[in-house]
């Protein structure tokens, strides 16, 4: 399922790649019931050349990029959850990670790659991204509350920690 398909940081030269891909999902939202998540130009050229410059990676098979997300090793709106973590213990974060829909199992890699280098995830989405909640909870991913950013809103929290029961 994975064959030729690696994760690294992206490029300066992905950026074109990386537009189409988020074009892609939002369309691929809207069309399933989600059109205010991402609205019509969220993540934009800012935001890609801010991945471009910190936290952005790619999939890339064949080394084109076929989905695109940021991570880091902490968010400080996840520090006032309305709920709670799994644990405290320090955690990776996953964040606008999308598919341009022409590789399957794109999210799945990602999700798959990020556990197994830190072990804790920390993940969100809207309220009405009903495929990412459906991935995340085949993944194991636990819903542990909601938390608010100040240009996003509410979202919905997850966490999954390798090995936990």
């Given at each position: ?120 995830i920390r993940i969100d989405t ?6 990412m909640q459906r991935l995340l ?29």
């Open positions: 399922m994975y064959s030729n398909l690696k994760i690294r940081r992206i490029r300066a030269e992905d950026r074109d790649d990386i537009m189409a891909i988020y074009k892609s999902s939002r369309a691929f939202m809207a069309e399933n019931g989600n059109p205010d998540q991402w609205g019509d130009d969220y993540p934009g050229i800012e935001e890609v050349e801010a991945l471009i410059e910190k936290d952005g990676y790619v999939v890339a098979g064949n080394d084109k990029a076929v989905a695109v997300f940021a991570f880091s090793d902490h968010d400080d709106a996840y520090d006032a959850i309305k709920g709670a973590w799994l644990d405290d213990s320090p955690y990776g974060v996953i964040h606008m990670l999308a598919s341009g829909g022409t590789r399957a199992g794109a999210g799945q890699f990602v999700l798959d790659h990020c556990l197994n280098m830190t072990g804790n809207h309220k009405d991204n009903i495929p909870e085949k993944n194991g991913y636990v819903y542990c509350g909601t938390v608010t950013f100040e240009y996003r809103g509410e979202r919905l929290a997850f966490q999954k920690i390798k090995g936990y029961t």
